[in-house]
Nanobody, 122 residues
Framework: QVQLMESGGGSVQAGGSLRLFCAAPRFSVRTNCMGWFRQAPGKERERVAQIEPDGSTRPAESVKGRFTISKESARNTLYLQMNSLKPEDTAMYYC????????????????WGQGTQDTVSS
C-alpha cells in the first residue's frame, strides 16, 4: 500500500518561509509524478505544484516565483520550499502522487498524504 507522509508544516509570519517534506517509502519519486495540493477552509483543493519524472516542474500561477518543488531520488523524498509567504497561503498542504504522467486534475491523482497544516499570520 502506497503511503505519502508529509512533515514540515507550521506557523510563520507573512514574508517568512517554510519547507515541506514528503516521504514515499513504497512509491518512487524518481519514476512517478509527484505534486502538492492545498485546501483552505471553505475552499476547494487547489493544485500548488507538480514535478515530472524528468524533473520538469509546473507551479501554479499563484505561487510562481515564491514556491519551489523539488525531489531527491536518493532519499525518495519530495520537497516544497515556500518563500515570501502570504496569509492567503494558509491551508492544509497535501503531498500527491500518480504513476508516470502528471495531471492537473484533482481527481487524477491516485495517492494522497494526510496533509500538514501551514498557517501564515499577517
Amino acid at each position: 500500500q502506497v503511503q505519502l507522509m508529509e512533515s514540515g508544516g507550521g506557523s510563520v509570519q507573512a514574508g517568512g518561509s517554510l519547507r515541506l517534506f514528503c516521504a514515499a517509502p513504497r512509491f518512487s519519486v524518481r519514476t512517478n509524478c509527484m505534486g502538492w495540493f492545498r485546501q483552505a477552509p471553505g475552499k476547494e483543493r487547489e493544485r500548488v505544484a507538480q514535478i515530472e519524472p524528468d524533473g520538469s516542474t509546473r507551479p501554479a500561477e499563484s505561487v510562481k516565483g515564491r514556491f519551489t518543488i523539488s525531489k531527491e531520488s536518493a532519499r525518495n523524498t519530495l520537497y516544497l520550499q515556500m518563500n515570501s509567504l502570504k496569509p492567503e497561503d494558509t491551508a492544509m498542504y497535501y503531498c500527491v502522487g500518480v504513476p508516470k504522467e502528471c495531471t492537473t486534475r484533482v481527481e487524477g491523482w491516485n495517492y494522497w498524504g494526510q496533509g500538514t497544516q501551514d498557517t501564515v499570520s499577517s
